[in-house]
């Protein structure tokens, strides 16, 4: 255990000595506030922000000091939100980045513990949701596999109602953020990381489009039950063509912050031209 602890501390090191050496200028909550506020985010927007730390470059308080940006951005009128998926609670049988042995399969159904909004920790997310879901204020949708968390006036309306089979659907936070005609913020991610991009999926017709099985730990009734449903096969291997195509026809203007390239845009047109285009390009 210390040889695994001593190398991981070694490997953090690096990459930090590596963002330190790639960063012209420290930022800071104010100056990180500043450079985002001039991308176009306002007090008073609802936003979907999707994070990189280590695009941004080193900043001094890490994580908290980029919540801290954004909330000073937007102001006590704004709402925040960010996504907390857990891909730890889906049926391991489907696993393959890593795959684990087949024997493991039943004992990882019976024994995962069941999705709690306080306590399960997100999965592939970044440091910066991370804390934001344990955030003062912050609340989390109850989906165990595809949650948001968000802080703010609309937080309730965003995740109220975030139902097992509608994961990136119309009743989830996407749709619930398309009826508010809210924003997407890009922070330092491309629109491979656009999760509003599902909510066109979700929208669009076309072909190829199926579902699968899928199956997650939950609470049901205050008892802990492994729960199989049918979901929508994702695919964001075109996410960045459709994204990129989007911006073009939109004049979406990309800021910078830090060392991050920053793009903010409404989230209803991008829907919109999204589904639009799956519908055309997708088989």
């Known amino acids: 255990m210390a040889i695994l602890e001593a190398n991981g501390h070694r490997k953090n090191t690096m990459t930090e000595a590596n963002t330190i050496s790639h960063t012209d200028q420290l930022l800071t909550v104010e100056s990180l506030a500043e450079q985002i506020a001039a991308c176009g985010l306002q007090a008073g927007h609802t936003v979907l922000v999707h994070s990189s730390m280590s695009k941004l470059g080193w900043i001094a308080g890490?994580?908290?000091a980029v919540i801290q940006a954004l909330l000073r951005v937007l102001?006590?009128?704004?709402?925040?939100m960010m996504p907390t998926h857990t891909t730890q609670n889906t049926d391991p049988a489907n696993w393959s980045?890593?795959?684990?042995p087949d024997t493991w399969v039943p004992v990882i159904r019976a024994q995962t513990p069941a999705f709690d909004p306080a306590t399960t920790p997100t999965r592939g997310m970044g440091v910066i949701p991370e804390l934001f879901r344990t955030w003062p204020g912050t609340i989390r949708s109850s989906h165990p596999i595809g949650s948001f968390a968000a802080r703010g006036p609309n937080a309730t309306t965003l995740l109220r109602n975030h139902q097992l089979l509608d994961m990136f659907g119309d009743s989830s936070p996407?749709?619930?953020l398309y009826e508010l005609d809210g924003y997407v913020l890009l922070l330092g991610v491309d629109h491979g990381n656009n999760t509003s991009l599902h909510l066109a999926e979700n929208r669009a017709i076309w072909a190829g489009k199926f579902f699968i099985p899928e199956a997650t730990a939950m609470m049901v009734n205050g008892v802990r039950e492994w729960v199989s449903f049918k979901m929508l096969a994702l695919e964001s291997d075109d996410f960045n063509s459709v994204g990129d195509a989007y911006e073009a026809q939109a004049g979406i203007q990309r800021g910078t912050a830090g060392e991050a390239t920053v793009r903010l845009m409404r989230q209803r047109p991008l829907v919109d031209f999204a589904v639009e285009w799956m519908e055309a390009n997708r088989k």
């Open 62 to 64: 890490g994580a908290q």
């Open 75 to 80: 102001g006590e009128t704004g709402t925040l």
């Open 97 to 100: 980045r890593p795959p684990v």
């Open 174 to 176: 996407l749709g619930m």
